[in-house]
């Protein structure tokens, strides 16, 4: 299928979340159906986000919504007065301990992956600053630095997806975004100007070792993130089956359950110990899943679900850090 873009309307684009579960926030916006960054190891085509709109993408022209991930963007033109709508009507807002009301940005597209997404994202991170919301953006690209001007807030912070620095792996496993290297850079920019600042090391494909691990948080340090999420690759669902059309061997060590578990722990286990050794385990956060229930201690997954991350957001709820979380090892 070639390149499909058009656009939508949305009634109701602030949304309640369950991904304070991950740390992340209470609610999220996403400005787009759809996204063109082409990330083979994408997880949103498999969920209901886009399962339950088959029919409806189908009829905008999209032949396989799963299978066909990367090639079609509907942006939600309408999103920032409808946001406006809803956020001057909101009588409560939800603030769990973990999701501390903070809005995303986004999590079923990306919000800078074009001027247009750019745009609405900018627009719409306006309209919540001016109703005091806080605000957590979550991009591959680099267009974010053109909005330092409003991004550098104390309500918000803005986080790109760096699970490699490796260019050329990139330009197999997310074809259409820009490149770590390019990504690196955005932030150093950011980092700059003064933006709080995280990073999603996610996720890491099964070919990262204990050198990788080190390597990879020595320059993401540099950056001083207030917080580093972690996860590794996951090989169920559609996404499985595009990287194994993308041609990336590796895949084949996690498509069966048992072998991602396994890759799964061994890599909790690298990665924490280079944390360890490099002093930064407060930031490391890991983004556990349930289907690890035979294979870890139900108390050391539950430890994380729901965890506030040790974050600088002015919130109601105290956080305490521990200097160190309960080990895999």
């Not at 990504?183 to 890491?204: D, E, F, N, S």
């Not at 494909?205 to 990879?216: N, R, V």
């Amino acid at each position: 299928m070639s390149i499909l873009c058009g656009s939508e309307s949305i009634i109701n684009p602030l949304q309640k979340s369950s991904l304070n579960k991950k740390g992340l926030c209470d609610y999220v916006i996403n400005v787009a159906s759809g996204c063109l960054h082409s990330c083979v190891f994408c997880y949103v085509p498999s969920t209901p986000v886009i399962r339950t709109r088959t029919a409806h993408l189908k009829n905008q022209g999209v032949e396989d919504p799963q299978m066909d991930w990367g090639k079609y963007l509907f942006i939600r033109d309408n999103l920032v007065e409808q946001l406006e709508r809803q956020l001057s009507g909101k009588k409560t807002w939800s603030e769990t301990p973990a999701g501390r009301g903070v809005v995303l940005l986004c999590s079923g597209t990306d919000p800078y992956q074009n001027g247009q997404t750019a745009a609405i994202t900018r627009a719409a991170v306006e309209t919540l600053l001016k109703y005091n919301k806080r605000v957590r953006i979550l991009t591959r690209s680099p267009l974010w630095t053109k909005d330092l001007d409003l991004l550098v807030h104390p309500d918000v912070t803005v986080g790109m997806s760096i699970p490699y620095l490796d260019d050329e792996l990139s330009r197999r496993i997310e074809p259409g975004a820009p490149p770590p290297s390019v990504r690196l850079k955005a932030l150093q920019q950011g980092k700059k100007a003064g933006c709080r600042l995280y990073v999603a090391i996610a996720p890491t494909p099964p070919t990262m070792d204990y050198e990788s691990f080190l390597g990879h948080l020595e320059t993401l340090l540099t950056l001083e993130p207030e917080v580093m999420f972690w996860e590794p690759i996951n090989a169920r669902g559609s996404n499985g089956k595009r990287m194994m059309a993308a041609g990336l061997d590796f895949v084949q060590s996690i498509m069966k359950h048992q072998d991602w578990a396994k890759n799964f722990v061994n890599q909790w286990k690298m990665i924490e110990y280079a944390a360890d050794c490099l002093g930064c385990r407060s930031r490391l956060h890991i983004w556990t899943d349930s289907g690890l229930k035979n294979y870890v201690d139900s108390k050391l997954l539950e430890y994380w679900w729901y965890k506030p991350t040790f974050e600088h957001w002015v919130t109601s709820y105290p956080v305490t850090q521990s200097p160190n979380h309960p080990s895999i090892r």
